[in-house]
């Protein structure tokens, strides 16, 4: 058994260097880190539309294969494509013009999630006949573990097809032929549908002659059968048409119309004695094939050889509302695009194809040329009961060649991914929240808590808080307390209870000025924190926030004097407007005990002075872990106490202000390095470069 130690609290077993912090009241004070920051998505903002991204028990990655992170505020914009997060995540990446923020961004969605599945069917083609099922036009995809959520799926508005009714209410006369026609796309008189011979030849029903057109009408291609026949009415079979999928309203067929002649000649008229009974093409709504979030395939004819098609997958780019975030009575877009107004990006394409064949070595990237489909979708290629196998596929072998008429007309096909059943969705609970803090077991020094106003003191943010004091680096927790003057006394409680150097209540929504000038965005207090704590993590540790400026244009809440010394004495980090500024009143936590800077266990009120003293340990125990890394081994003839206290004097002097450069401490002393079984107690002193935010002079008048 491994000797444990006992050490700042706790039971220390893993080999490794450990740091506490312990002070002494002797003049100085505030707190500052890096600024690597981590979100956990729970659920409150948006999280149907936050679309990009597997939970943390999803379905393609689980756990620390569901985190990710990004350095940049383009890329990970670019990656979650939407929702509150895609807002708050400028705020957090830059905070202030002129001045940097978060350096690094963590996301972690506390969620059980779901690909969403796009199924592509090419139609006209027989099934196989084999078990288990599988049609060979048929092919299903499930989206990238990236692309696990609500977001994946097809969010956009296919058209809907006009639908027309053909009746026979009395079988035609042997050996006649009959034909449907209709207006296609400027074309009149295009055969639909035709039936001579068998079965009128033989002794013929007005069911028979119904089924006969409707094998007709699939065979022909131009138009589809919506509906099974329907004999219900005595005297009468009837069923439906539709035009085909991916043709709008505008482009339903007209002029339908049945004629008849009676095998003798080429002469057609139109119906026949006691014949059918036709309706036109109505109902079809053209919404011009608007994909406006999630993935959806389209197909179109290869503009080099018609006979050939392409397949495209495109993905859609609204970036949804910000009506969570905002107190504006109507909500905005994020990016001040309009639903109806986006434009879907194309991300993938096919070569040209002409057989199944060809269709699935692409969707499997056999031939090379799927790589750039693959990032995005995999092929699922057997489905029993809507579980996956690996089986192979009759597909492979297929040399079908594909439907001639899936472009008939000048708008090309659209296949949107599934809803409902198949859909991406992301569904959260407490296991989920678990599951997402045991994969956050990373270096931070920030967390930003997205439930905040009358949610930030509820259990899922309480158990946040609980679940990161037993990190080895504590981060600044930044909560989003009330966002208007009503909810001030909110914010002040919020304090009292977390009561933590650890934990940050921020007061006030802000107000921010769109690109164009045009528009006021009111942001609730959730904003304001996101760029407060951005423009906190953007400095060094040793620089005070107070006195820092965001980029902001207003507040909701402009204090009294009698409310900012209440919110000074409770731990509320606020703003105020200063000249053509908004600036931080005080870098202050909700740490309760701040009758002194540093308490007995090393506490402290001021953010500056925890953020020192974090950022202090943090660097100690990474260069101290290097010291025991040593290839070469380390023991008491390697590391002896006099090369471990030069580590220190060296280290230490290293964070020692100058005149020509700031840095984290002013100096140090009394440095001791003692032997304990298998480890070194060392302790050592040093000074605080804390903030200086009080200026008093007094003036003496003489004569």
Sequence with gaps: MALAHFFDGAEQIIPGPYAVTKGVEKNSIPSLSAG????INTGTLESNFTGTGSGVNGTLAQDSDAVYSFTDLKQFQRWIRGGAFYKLAEALFEPEKGFAGVSSLTYINAATSLPAKLVLSLGGIPQPGV?????????????????????????????????????FNNPPAAGSRIRLLANINGVADVIVGQITGPPISDNPTFTTAAQAMMDSITTIGKIAVASAIDTST??????????????????????????????????????????????????????????????????????????????????????????????????????????EDTTPELVAKSPALSTVKEVYDWAKDITGTGELLNQYVTLIEREVGGVPTTSVSEVAGSTNLLPRDLNTVSAPYWKFGEAGVGAGASTYSADDLTAAL?????????????????????????????????????????AAGGSVKTDFTQSLNLCKLFDSEQTTVVHGGCRKTDPTGKMVNRYKSIYTAAALLGREAGMQAQVPLTFKSIDIDGLEHSLSQIEIEKGLRAGLLMLKQDGGTFDVIKGVNTLQKSAVLINPDGSSHSKQFSRINRQLKKELVYAAKLLLKNPT???????????????????????????????????????????????????????????????????????
């Design 36 to 39: 690597n920051t981590l979100i």
């Design 234 to 339: 005595p005297g009468f079979a009837r069923f439906q048409v539709k035009h085909l999928p991916g043709v709008g309203a505008k482009y339903s067929p007209t002029g339908f119309k049945m004629v008849w002649n009676d095998g003798v000649g080429d002469t057609f008229v139109e119906g026949w004695i006691g014949g059918g009974v036709l309706t036109q093409f109505s109902g079809g709504v053209d919404n011009n094939y608007k994909l406006t979030g999630g993935y959806a395939f389209r197909i179109v004819k290869d503009y080099i050889d018609d006979t050939k098609y392409v397949i495209q997958l495109w993905r859609g780019r609204y970036r949804g509302t910000d009506g969570a975030i905002t107190l504006n009575p109507v909500a905005s877009t994020y990016d001040g695009i309009k639903k």
């Design 633 to 703: 081994g380390t023991n008491r003839n390697t590391l002896s106490a006099a090369d471990v206290k030069t580590f220190v004097e060296s280290f230490l002097m290293s964070k020692t202000a100058s005149k020509d450069k700031d840095n984290l401490i002013l100096s140090y002393q009394n440095i001791t390095v003692e032997l304990r079984g298998d480890a070194y107690d060392i302790e050592f002193e040093y000074t605080v470069n804390s903030e200086i935010s009080f200026l008093f002079f007094t003036a003496v008048s003489i004569n």
């Design 438 to 478: 045991d994969a956050a077991q990373g270096d931070y020094d920030f967390i930003l808590l997205d439930r905040f106003g009358t949610n930030a003191s509820d259990l899922v943010n309480l158990q946040i808080m609980n679940s990161a004091k037993t990190l080895k680096v504590k981060p600044s927790i930044y």
């Design 131 to 167: 078990a288990p099922p599988l049609n060979q036009s048929v092919f299903t995809f499930w989206t990238k573990e990236e692309n696990e959520a609500a977001n994946a799926s097809g969010l956009g508005s296919p058209d809907v097809p006009a639908t027309a009714t053909v009746s």
